[in-house]
């Protein structure tokens, strides 16, 4: 079974303070929620113009894509790549560098993305 629990985990570890109030809720439900946190936090790093950081969100969003569970997959593809990828397109602030990290880790995911827009 799938549950997400390696991601959490990982998100636990890395972004202690996501974590906070989620405690409670069932493995799936808290993957999502992480997941919709660490693409805020992306994106606040993308307003802040903190590359350092938003390369280390993008690189534990890239872990977890890479593992095996297949409900974390899809929590980074529906969640973290649909989130962050409207702010980049939305903001003509965002550095040069910031939308190159993102292509750098999700090229795939945001190509498969807009083609599930835009048949």
């Known amino acids: 079974m799938y549950t997400g629990a390696k991601a959490i985990a990982l998100i636990q570890n890395e972004f202690p303070l996501l974590c906070a109030n989620t405690s409670r809720k069932s493995e799936p439900v808290r993957l999502f929620q992480l ?4 693409a805020d936090y992306a994106k606040e790093q993308l ?13 534990i969003a890239n872990e ?6 297949k409900l974390a997959r899809i929590a ?6 649909q989130s962050v990828s409207r702010k980049l397109e939305m903001s003509l ?3 040069a560098r910031a939308r190159k990290l993102f292509l750098k880790f999700f090229k795939k995911q945001y190509e498969d993305l807009i083609e599930s827009k835009y048949p």
């Open 35 to 38: 997941m919709q946190r660490l």
């Open 47 to 59: 307003a802040d113009y903190n590359d350092e950081e938003l390369e280390h969100c993008f690189e």
């Open 64 to 69: 977890i894509y890479a593992s095996d569970d």
């Open 76 to 81: 980074i593809c529906t969640v973290f790549v």
């Open 93 to 95: 602030s965002v550095s």
